[in-house]
Every structure is written in structure tokens, then in C-alpha cells.
């Protein structure tokens, strides 16, 4: 089946999010959505989840699903807002546990910080399968970006989250704690090894030099031939070279610390403090 697939840009932060619809019906799923957060001032606004929540009420869609490709480390996820107002079950891949580990410590949180997932309502193995309505995602494994990224196959299209970019911008960073340039090229592998006509949904652009537009579909094929890193038959060991010298040159992204405090407890903020409100931690020299 061919989903009705329609996308939203955050020019804040380049995503896409994506309203993934049952074509024979009108249930739906939401991946990746976005929390707005101004850094400088530590505030939220939801102009892009409201965007999102309009859309929905508008074609009176039943969101069954809250879609997560893994712990985001460039936007807050608007997941809890959006079940609140619109219901669905969040979901994000079996390994966001490690995710929760690691950055436990690295942000000192106590033991009433869970890290078994539970904040999620499923968690997703490789060759899980859901459904949406009447039409079937099968979920891939696809680490290597962090140990938690998942691919989700719905009908003819596959959201790759950051495992992969437009075929002209190449793919995702790997230098994160518990990512892998190995690993991340065996990923795109299982992804490419896809039919060639399988539509690529991604889950950042950034415009590679040259282009004009932003762009965020591609096809396994046109992946394949094309993309900057991977594609022509390109080598593990000329990916690790490459992707590992790239990575020691990128800064970390500007809304990594309160990312990922946030989405790893499913886009709920820490608890209240004793008076009243709610903080975030920057851990110095640690990231």
C-alpha cells in the first residue's frame, strides 16, 4: 500500500516531521514532531505541533501512533503534547534504554530517572511490525547514528530518521555516545537492500551546496546511485575513513543538552523542583 504521507519543515531546527495516513481510512501517525525551545530564554512554544494538530482535525484523522526514529539531539520531541490533544501511543526503538543509561550519567540523574524505557508506551525490536489503520509498518534496526535509531517501513515508503540524508548531502553523524561509523554503514545497507522504488523519507535537510530548495524524499534507488557517501558501490572502509574524519570536525548541536534530557523521557521535561519549577542541567566539559 502507498501511504498519504504529508510533511512539515521546522526551519528552526531543519526537520521534518511527517502525518503518515492509512489511504483507505483516516488513521494516522505522526513521526518525529517537534517541541519549539529558544535556548537563550529556556522557553517552549508549539507552533510547529499545532501546525501538525490543525491538519489532523482538519482532514478529522485518528492518530494511532507517536513515531520516534531515535533520541534526537537537534529538536525536543512534542510527543506528550500531541498525545494529550490528540491520543496515540509513543513509540521509539527497544535500545532506548542504553540511551538512557549513558546519558544518565552524563547528566547525574538520580534513581527516580527510570531507564527501562518505561516513560514509552512500546518499544520497538527489529522486525516488529504496526499498523495504522490497515496498513502495515515493519520496523528496522538501523544504529549507528545512536544505538536506538530504528527505520520504520510503512507500505511503500521508509522514514530513515538521520541514518540517512538526501542523496546530494550524504548521511548522519556518528560521534555521539554509543553511535558507530560501522555500524551506521551496515544500517544503510539493510535500507538500501530495500526495492529500488521504496521512497525515502528523511529526516533533516540541510540544502547541499548548490541546491535551492529543501528536499526530503529520495528513493532506495536514487540513494544507491547517487549519494555522496554511500552510493556507487562505496566501500565500508572508504565510509569510516570519511565519515569518522568528518565528525571530528562538526561542532555539537546547539539544543543537544536540552534534547536530549527531554526526549530521552519521552519529550517530558525533569520533574518540578521544591519550588515549583522545572530546571535543565548543562554538564560541563563533558559532551
Given at each position: 500500500m502507498q501511504p498519504e504521507i504529508s510533511a512539515f519543515f521546522d526551519d528552526?531546527?531543519?526537520?521534518?516531521?511527517?502525518?503518515v495516513r492509512d489511504p483507505g481510512g483516516n488513521a494516522c501517525a505522526i513521526i518525529d514532531s517537534v517541541l519549539d525551545f529558544d535556548y537563550s530564554s529556556g522557553r517552549?512554544?508549539?507552533?510547529?505541533?499545532?501546525?501538525?494538530?490543525?491538519?489532523?482535525?482538519?482532514?478529522a484523522l485518528n492518530v494511532q501512533w507517536l513515531l520516534e526514529t531515535h533520541v534526537h539531539a537537534d529538536h525536543l520531541s512534542a510527543a506528550p503534547y500531541l498525545q494529550d490533544r490528540l491520543g496515540g501511543k509513543i513509540g521509539i526503538g527497544a535500545n532506548i534504554r542504553q540511551v538512557q543509561d549513558v546519558f544518565g550519567k552524563v547528566f547525574n540523574e538520580g534513581t527516580e530517572f527510570q531507564r527501562d524505557g518505561s516513560q514509552f508506551d512500546q518499544l520497538f525490536q527489529d522486525g516488529d511490525s504496526l499498523h495504522i489503520g490497515q496498513l502495515r509498518g515493519d520496523v528496522l534496526h538501523t544504529p549507528g547514528h545512536t544505538p536506538a535509531c530504528l527505520t520504520?517501513?510503512?507500505g511503500d515508503a521508509a522514514f530513515v530518521g538521520d541514518t540517512l540524508f538526501m542523496p546530494d548531502f550524504g548521511t548522519a553523524r556518528c560521534d555521539f555516545p554509543g553511535g558507530s561509523s560501522s555500524d551506521l554503514f551496515d544500517s544503510i545497507q539493510k535500507i538500501l537492500s530495500l526495492p529500488d522504488e521504496t521512497r525515502i523519507f528523511v529526516g533533516h535537510d540541510y540544502k547541499a551546496p548548490g541546491r535551492e530548495e529543501f528536499a526530503w524524499e529520495s528513493t532506495v534507488g536514487a540513494q544507491k546511485a547517487r549519494n555522496v557517501h554511500v552510493g556507487d558501490g562505496a566501500s565500508r572502509e572508504d565510509f569510516v575513513a570519511l565519515r569518522d574524519t568528518r565528525d571530528a570536525q562538526l561542532d555539537m548541536p546547539k539544543?543537544?543538552?536540552?534534547?536530549?534530557?527531554?526526549n530521552m523521557r519521552a519529550g517530558q521535561f525533569p520533574p518540578e523542583e521544591d519550588d515549583g519549577s522545572v530546571y535543565l542541567k548543562v554538564p560541563v566539559n563533558k559532551l
Amino acid at each position: 500500500m502507498q501511504p498519504e504521507i504529508s510533511a512539515f519543515f521546522d526551519d528552526a531546527t531543519n526537520t521534518i516531521s511527517y502525518v503518515v495516513r492509512d489511504p483507505g481510512g483516516n488513521a494516522c501517525a505522526i513521526i518525529d514532531s517537534v517541541l519549539d525551545f529558544d535556548y537563550s530564554s529556556g522557553r517552549t512554544d508549539t507552533r510547529s505541533a499545532d501546525r501538525i494538530i490543525a491538519h489532523v482535525q482538519d482532514h478529522a484523522l485518528n492518530v494511532q501512533w507517536l513515531l520516534e526514529t531515535h533520541v534526537h539531539a537537534d529538536h525536543l520531541s512534542a510527543a506528550p503534547y500531541l498525545q494529550d490533544r490528540l491520543g496515540g501511543k509513543i513509540g521509539i526503538g527497544a535500545n532506548i534504554r542504553q540511551v538512557q543509561d549513558v546519558f544518565g550519567k552524563v547528566f547525574n540523574e538520580g534513581t527516580e530517572f527510570q531507564r527501562d524505557g518505561s516513560q514509552f508506551d512500546q518499544l520497538f525490536q527489529d522486525g516488529d511490525s504496526l499498523h495504522i489503520g490497515q496498513l502495515r509498518g515493519d520496523v528496522l534496526h538501523t544504529p549507528g547514528h545512536t544505538p536506538a535509531c530504528l527505520t520504520y517501513v510503512i507500505g511503500d515508503a521508509a522514514f530513515v530518521g538521520d541514518t540517512l540524508f538526501m542523496p546530494d548531502f550524504g548521511t548522519a553523524r556518528c560521534d555521539f555516545p554509543g553511535g558507530s561509523s560501522s555500524d551506521l554503514f551496515d544500517s544503510i545497507q539493510k535500507i538500501l537492500s530495500l526495492p529500488d522504488e521504496t521512497r525515502i523519507f528523511v529526516g533533516h535537510d540541510y540544502k547541499a551546496p548548490g541546491r535551492e530548495e529543501f528536499a526530503w524524499e529520495s528513493t532506495v534507488g536514487a540513494q544507491k546511485a547517487r549519494n555522496v557517501h554511500v552510493g556507487d558501490g562505496a566501500s565500508r572502509e572508504d565510509f569510516v575513513a570519511l565519515r569518522d574524519t568528518r565528525d571530528a570536525q562538526l561542532d555539537m548541536p546547539k539544543l543537544i543538552i536540552p534534547s536530549i534530557q527531554v526526549n530521552m523521557r519521552a519529550g517530558q521535561f525533569p520533574p518540578e523542583e521544591d519550588d515549583g519549577s522545572v530546571y535543565l542541567k548543562v554538564p560541563v566539559n563533558k559532551l
